[in-house]
């Protein structure tokens, strides 16, 4: 046996039997997909055999002799083959999925939590975002341990490539407060030193590594193998490492690609005097493997690098692990082998080389085999028992929050929050986070009541009577600094802490509505990640006057709509954000489809776009004692309800021409100005609070694509009759651009004149604002008059 001198129970020559057929593998899944299967659209399928095959080693000493059942690791896209392939040799996942890379059903592009067939921990894709993930998932498993009691340790495992270092969401990650001594994180950098378009010039090894120092970081280096470490050791080493060393990149990994003569020559060229000496004792045949002898493709060396980082337990740790793009193969090393396939003879004599034929091609290990055995040992070592995403308690479908006077929906945000928070059963899941805004976005009453997280007990050293900001370990609120892409990444993996750490949480986030965008795209994976959280954008639109076009949001509202895995909600009134807010917490908590029909697929976060103006409540109680709170709720709920009924209003109008005026947010009460101008003028306004429109629009699709796969006509889905009973033109106003709510004439197949925000904002009063975008009465009124002139 070949034993790892740390780890006598590791055979490496067993690790290297298994490594082996972990590249072949991987290889071929790609193969197969491009030259195997005939899509008929002539569009390249792709994958990534070079990407893939530099992470072969550190996988296979990951998976194979490292990790424990409850580690959790994120995988870099490109090495999605590699990943697939392990778990295949690991017995847990089915044979037939192979050839089926990036086909419909099949093995997708990029490790996916929601997609793939086989288990995946943490989706990636969007470069920067997958190693980021679990320095949050180990956040929040901090914080499950503190709650609710030490879990199965974990370690929280990120393999990236080195150009993910690129990305600016990296450092953000790194330098925030909330992600500091964590022991239990480990990322390995893919350091192959080539990017998508070209072999990097420079090596930033020293940059980066002062980077994560400064961080607080542990940083380790696997940069050679063992055969060029033995030959350092020879007399004269040292000069031949400080030749190799100070080797250009470019050169280096030039060498890849070469052999004989012409590899003498380029590892010579520009060498001090005496290297040649040095090494004259080496064959032709040598010489290759020795001065391509790269650490993180030496299973010993690897399993050293992460056996160090398990010793250091205050602090997070890094591996740049060496490699070179295309470990293996015969495009190692080349300067444009991102995209490329091999061809199918050198896959041929790939598959020749490691001992296999067309009919063993596929094979998994012999199970008697050492390899086999070894193996089949490992799966079961990390089998995971299931885990429950259901917390054992129902949400109230109310919290009755009293409003008696105007009151904004943030107000109202902050009092319902505290309201669950007293909840005997509710409250201690609840978990609020917010980059450096909690006070602004009205969490206050919340920290007051449940303090701030911390892993110790921290001293405060100021007394303020409006803001207790006790920080201990019992503290509900993690507190972040400014960085939206860290607020979205931190929501995704307390949304996800029933399966990373066990225990299901309720969490909810803040952040100014107009910087929503600034986290887009970390938003967009943790819902991708099938992750479920509660996230408040306020203040928003031009009704935060004063602050000028910057501070306000005119796209969000569509992004909201459009965002899949996410339910968008715009609430004017105090009882209708309550019941929608514990709507969607009693889903989360349930842990499976709401229940409700306008969204019986809807499974995901929650996005709630809110405004510090203070509204006037009572059209609102008008329309609860006409309809009572049975129905009222239903329709707030599934996504619109009719405020004001213009024939109840104005029975005088029974005859009149009828317009619906709808509207969400804050700009009712100029909605409720104009419908009053408009029965004065003998037109019937009905007004129409749209509290979500994602759920009208799906309610809307659903009928139309089961008409169109039924070839049927479509219905009218309930919720919009409801709301617009009468078959009239409709005008939609809202603080936001105008093409968000402009669907809603298709959807009932009338006329339509939609009233927005097109344009950035200025500062000025909110009077100002709304003449500047024709939200007043006035402007309504006529875009009514626009709309009846259209039927």
């Excluded at 072969?56 to 896209?77: E, G, I, Q, S, Y």
């Excluded at 409003?403 to 319902?416: C, D, H, L, Y």
Aim: hydrophobic share 45%; aromatic share 8%.
């Amino acid at each position: 046996m070949n034993v790892h001198p740390l780890r006598p129970d590791v055979d490496l020559d067993v690790l290297d039997e298994i490594q082996r057929r972990v590249l072949w593998l991987a290889t071929r899944i790609v193969d197969a997909a491009n030259h195997d299967r005939r899509t008929g659209d002539g569009v390249k399928v792709g994958g990534h055999q070079a990407s893939s095959a530099s992470l072969v080693t550190a996988m296979t000493a990951l998976w194979f002799a490292h990790l424990d059942a409850a580690d959790r690791v994120a995988v870099k896209p490109h090495a999605s083959p590699v990943f697939h392939a392990i778990q295949y040799l690991l017995g847990n996942l089915d044979r037939s999925y192979l050839p089926k890379l990036r086909a419909r059903g099949g093995l997708q592009s990029y490790p996916s939590r929601t997609k793939d067939p086989d288990e995946v921990d943490f989706s990636t894709g969007s470069v920067g975002l997958g190693a980021a993930a679990p320095l949050f998932a180990a956040v929040t498993r901090r914080y499950v341990d503190a709650h609710f009691g030490p879990r199965p340790h974990s370690r929280f495992v990120a393999l990236i490539g080195d150009a993910e270092l690129d990305e600016g969401n990296i450092w953000e990650a790194v330098a925030d407060p909330a992600t500091t001594a964590l022991g239990n994180v480990t990322w390995l950098v893919d350091f192959n030193r080539q990017s998508l378009d070209r072999v990097v010039p420079g090596v930033r090894i020293n940059q980066w590594r002062g980077q994560f120092e400064a961080a607080g970081w542990h940083v380790v280096e696997v940069k050679y193998g063992r055969r060029l470490a033995e030959a350092y050791a020879r007399p004269g080493g040292a000069a031949l490492r400080d030749w190799i060393d100070a080797m250009p990149n470019e050169q280096y990994q030039s060498l890849f690609g070469l052999a004989g003569e012409a590899l003498w020559a380029r590892f010579l060229d520009g060498a001090p005097e005496g290297i040649e000496a040095l090494i004259a004792d080496v064959s032709d045949d040598e010489l290759g493997p020795l001065v391509t002898d790269l650490g993180g493709h030496d299973l010993a060396a690897m399993l050293d690098a992460y056996a160090q980082c398990d010793a250091v337990t205050d602090r997070p740790s890094v591996i740049f692990a060496y490699t070179v793009k295309g470990w293996g193969l015969p495009i190692a090393g080349n300067p444009r082998n991102h995209s490329a396939l091999l061809g199918t003879e050198q896959v041929d004599a790939l598959r020749t080389a490691h001992g296999l034929t067309p009919d063993t091609a596929w094979d998994r290990l012999d199970p008697a085999s050492p390899a086999g055995i070894w193996a089949n040992a490992r799966r079961e070592a990390l089998a995971r028992p299931p885990r429950e995403r259901a917390l054992p308690v129902t949400v109230p479908e109310t919290t009755r929050v009293r409003a008696n006077k105007p009151i904004s929906t943030q107000e109202v945000f902050g009092r319902v929050l505290v309201d669950l928070a007293r909840h005997e059963e509710v409250g201690r899941y609840l978990v609020t986070t917010a980059p450096d805004v909690a006070t602004s976005t009205n969490l206050a009453g919340f920290i007051n009541k449940t303090g701030v997280f911390a892993p110790t007990k921290q001293r405060s050293w100021s007394e303020d009577r409006m803001l207790r900001w006790e920080q201990h370990p019992a503290g509900q609120h993690i507190e972040l600094g400014i960085s939206e892409m860290n607020l979205f990444l931190l929501l995704g993996q307390l949304g996800l802490s029933w399966d990373l750490s066990g225990q299901p949480l309720l969490p909810v986030g803040t952040v100014y509505d107009p910087f929503v965008l600034r986290g887009l795209d970390a938003f967009l994976y943790g819902t991708y990640s099938g992750s479920r959280f509660v996230v408040a954008g306020t203040p928003s639109g031009i009704t935060l006057a004063p602050e000028g076009g910057a501070h306000q949001s005119t796209i969000t509202a569509s992004v909201g709509l459009e965002l899949p895995g996410v339910t968008f909600v715009e609430p004017a009134y105090a009882t209708t954000l309550d019941w929608l807010l514990c709507d969607a917490l009693g889903q989360i908590a349930r842990g499976d489809a709401p229940t409700t029909t306008a969204a019986p697929t809807e499974d995901g976060a929650y996005y709630f776009r809110l405004s510090t103006r203070p509204i006037d409540q009572a059209p609102f109680e008008a329309a609860r004692a006409r309809l009572g709170d049975a129905v009222l709720r239903r329709q707030a709920v599934a996504g619109a309800y009719r405020l004001v009924d213009a024939h109840q209003a104005h029975p005088e109008l029974a005859d009149a021409p009828v317009v619906h005026l709808a509207a969400s947010g804050a700009v009712l009460p100029e909605v409720l100005a104009a419908a009053a101008e408009l029965a004065e003028e003998g037109i019937a306004a009905h007004v129409v609070d749209v509290t979500s429109l994602d759920r009208l629009y799906r309610a809307w699709q659903r009928t139309l694509r089961q008409g169109v796969r039924t070839a049927t006509v479509p219905s009218v889905p309930g919720v919009l009759r409801a709301a617009f009973g009468d078959r009239a033109p409709v005008v939609t106003v809202h603080d936001a651009a105008s093409h968000a709510m402009a669907w809603l004439g298709s959807a009932l197949g009338v006329p339509a004149v939609p009233l927005g925000v097109d344009e950035f904002g200025q500062s000025g009063s909110v009077h100002d604002l709304y003449e500047l975008h024709d939200l007043l009465p006035g402007s309504i009124v006529n875009a009514a008059l626009a709309a009846l002139s259209l039927r």
